[in-house]
Each structure stands twice: as C-alpha cells, then as structure tokens.
C-alpha cells in the first residue's frame, strides 16, 4: 500500500504535477502558526538585544523556509529550477552587507558633523 | 526506445543533483521541466524578491544612519481592548490571518490537482476573503496612524522622521500586493467553478495563482521580522 503511494507520487511528478498528502500542508500549516506564535510572543515579552534579533531571524528563516520548500513546492521541484530560484537573491547578501557598511558611515558621520 | 523516452522527458528518478542540472541544460530542449506559466510567474517572483529587498534594505540602512531614536513598532501598533493594552495586536492578527490563507491555498491548489471543481473554488474564495479582510485591517492600521498618531511620510511625533517613509512604502506595496492577489485569486476561483480547467485538462493555473500568494505570505514574513518586531 505504502508502495503502490509512492509509486503514484513519482508517476504523478514525472507528469510534472504536485500531488502530496494533504497531512503535510496540514502539518507545515501548523508549524508556521507556531512559529509566529513564538515571533510575537519575543516581542510580548519584551526580550531585547542580541537574543532578541536572533529569536527573530530563527523563527523569520524557518518560517520562511517552510513556505518556500513545502508551500511553493520547491523540495520537489528539479534542481535546475531550485538554482535558478535560490541562487539569484543570494546577490542580494552584497547589498544589505553593502548597504549596512554605508548606514554606519552616514551614522558616524552624522555624529561627528550634526550632533551637538 | 526507453532512451529516447529518458531524453526527451527526463523524470525526477532519472538523474538527480547537479548531473540533473547538467543534463537539463544540455539536451537542447526546455530546460525547465515545468509548465511555461510556472517558469513565468518564478520569473515574477524573483524580480518582486529583488524589489521588497530593495526597500527592506533602505529602510535598514535609514535606520541604522539616523540619530535620532526609532519609533518603538511594539509601542506605536499596541492596541487597547477592553482596557487592557496589548502590544502589536493589530500585526499579530494579521500575520495569523495571512497564514491561514496561505494554508487555504495550498489545500486549494492540493484540491486542484485532484480535480475536485468546487473544494478548490471554494478554498480559493476562503483565501481570497481573508485576503480582503488582511487589507481591511490594514486600512485600519493606516487610518489610526494617520488620523490618531500623526504619522508623515515627512515625519511623526515619536522620534526618527524615517519611520513614516519606511512604513507607508514597505506595507503599502504589500498591501498592494495583496489587493492585487485578491483579485487574481477571485478571478482564477471563478474560472475553476465554472469548470474551464476542467475542459484545459489541467489545474496548474491554480498552483501558479498559489505560488504569488505564497510568495505575498513570504514577504510579510520578512516585513513582520524587520518591521515590527526588530
């Protein structure tokens, strides 16, 4: 039985068709509410600093992550799709570090020429 | 016989990893395995991540190179009910109502590809009602900020004058966003009642309609993490 499923799994994505056990939506559902449950209650309790901002990115990028690989069915997709998709906003890491790097200067210079 | 087959349609066990990219690349035919209108709609996506990354981004460098304090988000999105003051009640509420409609659509697209007419419809009029009622509550949110906190694009009462700028720009083109999913949702939904992917043979439409709606889900994420709550 568990067999003849996974057959009709690989036959149904050789069609290039997406068809997964409702369970899993189901169960990656409830983990995002979960997690943003655990991202508001950060700020409920008003948890500051450094493991603020970690709690935050951790629950950002698992929620994120579920989205993407279950939600957008990227886990199944080939790999030459997942590059094309992945790979590109990686780009966009240079210009957050970029754009952090020119924050600091404008913040500094900001001090030293305008703050009394 | 079978090699032919394996060439012209290469299937998930075929190859895998990085031979797989290779051999997608290389036999001279569509290298994406997918419908057109899925390759497409990942194009879209891409060049959205690229812009929502662009105003993440300013607004991050605005904050970090201002002087003056930032607004705290806890404090200026609290709501009060029945006497007791709640922080960022408003945003969790909304961040709760867009993940349940992106659940509704992944049991929708789940459902299309079943070909089962009218739970798909009806998941898709279910997602795009709490659409509706996410952007109605950011109507609201707008309004208490404008009208109540004194909120500008040029500046506010509660400290660093960016605070406004960044705000209407990075929700309201997700509002934006959402709006126009509303309506994309409701249209494909009618479509599938009606039964026209039935007669095309394929619900893909339906998945490539839930990818953009997902993708909106993706983007609160992130403008919910950095904006409110960082």
């Known amino acids: 039985m568990d067999d003849a499923v996974h057959t009709r799994h690989e036959a149904a994505h050789a069609e290039g068709q997406q068809q997964h056990p409702i369970r899993i939506y189901l169960y990656i559902w409830a983990l995002l509410f979960v997690f943003s449950a655990f991202s508001y209650m950060v700020d409920y309790f008003q948890l500051q600093g450094a493991l603020r901002w970690t709690l935050i990115i951790i629950f950002m990028l698992l929620k994120a992550s579920f989205i993407v690989a279950i939600f957008m069915h990227v886990a199944w997709e080939r790999m030459a799709l997942k590059l094309a998709i992945l790979t590109p906003p990686l780009t966009l890491l240079v210009l957050i570090a970029l754009m952090a790097i020119e924050g600091d200067y404008t913040f500094l210079t900001r001090l030293a020429a305008f703050v009394k | ?230």
């Open chain 2, 1 to 230: 016989m079978t090699e032919q087959v394996l060439l012209s349609e290469p299937t998930a066990a075929s190859q895998q990893g990085l031979r797989s990219v290779v051999d997608d690349w290389a036999q001279d035919k569509q290298a994406f395995a997918v419908p057109w209108g899925k390759a497409m709609m990942w194009i879209f996506l891409l060049s959205d991540t690229f812009v929502f990354t662009c105003f993440l981004t300013s607004y991050m460098n605005v904050r970090i190179s201002t002087t003056e304090t930032w607004p705290n988000a806890s404090e200026v999105f609290a709501l009060t009910v029945a006497g007791a003051h709640i922080p960022l009640l408003l945003i969790a509420i909304m961040t709760m109502i867009l993940i349940t409609s992106s659940g509704t659509m992944a049991m929708a697209v789940n459902f299309g590809y079943r070909k089962d007419r009218k739970r798909t419809a009806a998941l898709m009029f279910a997602t795009a009602a709490l659409g509706l009622s996410f952007v109605g509550m950011q109507a609201f949110e707008w309004t208490k900020l404008i009208v109540e906190e004194g909120v500008r694009p040029w500046g506010n009462p509660m400290g660093a004058a960016q605070f406004g700028s960044s705000f209407f720009m990075i929700t309201g083109f997700h509002g934006l966003h959402v709006s126009a999913g509303v309506i994309y949702l409701t249209v494909v939904a009618m479509r599938v009642l009606r039964g026209f992917y039935d007669r095309k043979g394929t619900y893909e439409t339906v998945e490539i309609a839930g990818l953009y709606w997902h993708f909106v889900d993706l983007v609160w994420v992130f403008i919910f993490a950095f904006f409110y709550l960082w």
